[in-house]
């Protein structure tokens, strides 16, 4: 355990090792949504098609079996929020 001098609270190595991870998991989740914004869709398992036989489009992809990521549905929302007050 660390003990810093002017605080007298002590840290553990862990925590710092942790908040690197998530940094990290973050950063490339990140990276993940800005080089491949779309995913496949789960519902229809990337086929773009349902129903018994699988001849009906899906209606919730469209049809193209993609869906867009959540971390980028967040960066767009963001980003139309900075559009509209920059105006």
Same mark, same amino acid.
Request: glycine letters at 12%; aromatic letters at 6%.
């Given at each position: 355990m660390l003990t810093h001098a002017a605080t007298a609270t002590?840290?553990?190595?862990?925590?710092? #090792?942790?908040?690197? #991870?998530? @940094? @990290?998991v973050t950063l490339c989740?990140?990276?993940a949504c800005w080089l @491949?914004?779309?995913?496949?869709?789960?519902?229809?398992?990337?086929?773009?098609?349902?129903g018994p036989k699988l001849r009906q489009p899906c209606r919730r992809c469209r049809g193209?079996?993609?869906?867009?990521? /959540?971390?980028?549905?967040i960066a767009n929302g963001l @980003?139309? /929020?900075?559009r509209d007050g920059t105006r």
């Open positions: 002590t840290t553990s190595p862990a925590t710092g #090792i942790l908040l690197m #991870i998530a @940094a @990290a989740y990140v990276l @491949a914004p779309f995913g496949y869709h789960r519902a229809c398992r990337g086929t773009g098609r349902t193209t079996g993609r869906r867009l990521r /959540i971390g980028r549905r @980003a139309d /929020i900075h």
